[in-house]
């Protein structure tokens, strides 16, 4: 069994800082590709952030470049998502999502093609 721990949420004012973590327990995490998405009230959930599992190759949605960085641990199983500048505009339930995958170079922006998520945890850019 797969499980995803995301923790490093919270209330931060705008322009602030704020780093997500997510743990990954079972399964290979070097297998996986990993992702983050948010999802704010009455919107669906989008994509933030992919990094493809072997080659670390990253990806962003436009209006997280050069605020956000994804990187991963593959010696501690973890993702993080470094979010700087945060706007008012970021605030929403970040999950972290893992799917297993054979290229080293596939990543999706789709969370229909992730397997496994995390619980998810608030972050809000106060104004």
């Known amino acids: 069994q797969v499980q995803l721990v995301e923790s490093g949420g919270g209330l931060v004012q705008a322009g602030g800082s704020l780093r997500l973590s997510c743990a990954v327990f079972?399964?290979?995490?070097?297998?996986?590709?990993m992702g983050w998405f948010r999802q704010a009230p009455g919107k669906e959930r989008e994509f933030v952030a992919a990094?493809?599992?072997?080659?670390?190759?990253?990806y962003y949605i436009d209006s997280a470049k050069g605020r956000f960085t994804i990187s991963r641990d593959n010696a501690k199983n973890t993702v993080y998502l470094q979010m700087n500048n945060l706007r008012p505009a970021d605030t929403a339930v970040y999950y972290c999502?893992?799917?297993?995958?054979?290229?080293?170079?596939?990543?999706?922006?789709?969370?229909?093609?992730?397997?496994?998520w995390g619980q998810g945890t608030q972050v809000t850019g106060s104004s």
């Open positions: 999502a893992a799917d297993p995958v054979y290229r080293p170079t596939f990543y999706s922006r789709a969370p229909n093609d992730y397997r496994y």
């Open positions: 079972g399964g290979t995490f070097s297998s996986y590709v």
């Open positions: 990094i493809t599992r072997s080659t670390s190759r990253t």
